[in-house]
Nanobody
Framework: QVQLVESGGGLVQAGGSLRLSCVASGRTGSMGWFRQRPGKEREFVAAMAWSGSRINYADSVRGRFIISRDNAKNTVFLQMNSLKPEDTAVYYC??????????????????WGRGTQVTVSS
């Protein structure tokens, strides 16, 4: 059974930082982060292939967020810096069995975590 468990969310002031973690068990592959802001559809944030050779970021977070992974622990991280109130969302990690991708489309991912809330106050 494949499980993805996110952690690290919380409340932070604008300009602050948070680091999200997602531990995957039962499967390896490319991993990505998505978010769903209040009243919005789920959107892509960042993704990284298994080898790290491919990385993609949404334009809205490029230069502020950094995705990384520890394959020995099957864990992916999202370092979020210079946070803005519009970054407030539930953040989800996802796993794509195709380990060489860094897919932007949510439909490419086979497994999802339950999400962790990030709230940025102004």
């Amino acid at each position: 059974q494949v499980q993805l468990v996110e952690s690290g969310g919380g409340l932070v002031q604008a300009g602050g930082s948070l680091r999200l973690s997602c531990v995957a068990s039962g499967r390896t592959g490319s991993m990505g982060w998505f978010r769903q802001r209040p009243g919005k559809e789920r959107e892509f944030v960042a993704a990284m292939a298994w080898s790290g050779s491919r990385i993609n970021y949404a334009d809205s977070v490029r230069g502020r967020f950094i995705i990384s992974r520890d394959n020995a622990k099957n864990t992916v991280f999202l370092q979020m810096n210079s946070l803005k109130p519009e970054d407030t969302a539930v953040y989800y990690c996802a796993l794509d069995r195709l380990g060489y991708t860094a897919a932007i489309a949510a439909t490419a991912y086979d497994y999802w975590g339950r999400g962790t809330q990030v709230t940025v106050s102004s």
